[in-house]
């Protein structure tokens, strides 16, 4: 970020009232774990009487221990916000699927024989994950997640009108693979028609076309706290997360996160291993 906007920034009173988290690359690292510091950090937040939530695209299952890490008494936010629940009373507050047609579209095209053997392809449905196989990018993904893929073959046979995907998502090693997948199904498909995006380079996300974080943190800020957007700050290092970096009245971004993430965010902290929330909380709330 330029001077000239951070001098204005750190100038300005900006009365911060929600904190938005994201997870992976953010507060939890190689470790998997909020560090101390962080954790620290974010008690001081919410001492100051400001709101702290979690929004991932992560399961909520696999979220949920995240949320209760750092004691947020909000709704989550996870599968990019096409689920946000309230852990407190289970209570549902927004569920927006991928249709069961759409799902059925892109299963074809991963299927593809130019692309079966190059992609893992997981289905999130009811907070439980489908799989064709069990492969070994998804035992890693289900190892760091703590969560037990369901393996069923034809993926076909999990789709109806009352089980449709929460969200879709297509792993591979291969980050070229991944990189042109996203190119040509942007192509092919309108923002109005699916949300696609990239969390990390190996995995390629869709999800209902009204779904992202940035919509979801502008749902919890503005329908539930009565918030607005220069009330709003949040932290998050990747593709998934440009949305809600650009609602925010200080949308920071992680070091060692794309340099095109970096690029929309008022200021870049330093990396997840280096605690950098703390440091941001640090220099904008505290």
Known sequence: MNREINQRLTAENTEIKLLVLDIDGTIAGESNQISQAVKQAIKAVQAKGIKVAIATGRMYCSALRFHQDINSDLPLMAYQGALIKDPATEKVLQHLPVSKDMALRLLDYFEKPELRSLLSVHFYINDQLYVREITPETQIYAGRSNIQPIAVGDLRKVLDTEN??????????????????LGTLRQQYTPAELYLTTSVATFFEATNPWVNKGAAVRYLAEEILGLSASNVMTIGDNFNDVEMLEYAGIGVAMGGGPVGVQAIAHWVAPSVEEDGVAAAIEKFIL
């Open 164 to 181: 449709e995907p929460t969200k879709i998502l297509a792993l591979s090693d291969d980050t070229d693979a991944i990189e042109h997948l």
